[in-house]
């Protein structure tokens, strides 16, 4: 039976220009009730980890195409906050995935053991760390009827970035990439945009809940 999820079609793609206000941008598109939505927000901008079940109000499950044997495998809501988090793209993955697809190979032409321990192995995940690109993915095979599953995934050799100073929603809730980033150019640094409009409306929720000291600030800001 075909899995009853979309394909990954995110806009922005999944960890392009990535941190945590990537991850305020998507709260804010899922026009979640203001509590909720405030309580997300706030949990980035501290640098708290989403529990797996706030990760499902953000994200949908996805499926995804990858190297045999990886045809097709669920991106969970979990992994894509992590990947938006620690800008993982889709293409760093399958390049991961087809960089361990060749290592497992590789065992199989020269009859290592670790092919043998590998075949015989009943365990519901399997994690790998890239050589090349020090990407590092744990995948889970005990649901999805046995479809792959990523479960998370983030790079060995970089830290998780961290809010900006006073948090995602102060400094506009998030940002857009250039459009040449999104095109896929990668030849530069990518530099967020800051979001005008993303960013009034979450400061138009806190102004709800906040003290007037906070509202105060706002309007001193206003120009």
Request: charged letters at 25%.
């Amino acid at each position: 039976m075909a899995l009853l999820f979309k394909y990954a079609d995110l806009q922005p793609p999944l960890g392009l220009a990535g941190g945590p206000c990537r991850v305020v941008d998507r709260i804010l598109k899922e026009k979640l009730p203001p509590g909720e939505a405030e309580e997300l927000v706030s949990l980035v901008d501290r640098d708290q980890d989403l529990t797996n079940q706030q990760a499902h109000e953000v994200y949908d499950p996805l499926i995804e195409r990858g190297p045999h044997p990886f045809n097709q495998f669920v991106l969970t809501p979990h992994s894509q906050y992590r990947m938006d988090l620690r800008s993982v793209t889709i293409r760093d993955l399958r390049e991961a995935l087809s960089h361990f697809v060749s290592e497992i190979e590789d065992w199989k032409r020269k009859r290592d053991p670790r092919y043998r321990q590998l075949l015989q192995s009943d365990r519901q995940k399997m994690e790998w760390v890239d050589p090349k690109s020090g990407l590092f993915f744990v995948f889970g095979f005990g649901s999805h009827k046995g479809t792959p599953s990523l479960i998370t995934t983030y790079w060995k050799n970089r830290k998780t970035p961290e809010a900006p100073a006073g948090g995602c929603q102060i400094r506009g809730a998030g940002y857009q990439a250039p459009a040449a980033d999104l095109a896929g150019d990668a030849s530069g640094q990518i530099q967020g945009r800051m979001s005008t409009v993303a960013s009034w409306t979450i400061l138009e929720v806190r102004n709800q809940r906040c003290n007037r000291r906070q509202q105060s600030w706002v309007e001193r800001s206003r120009p």
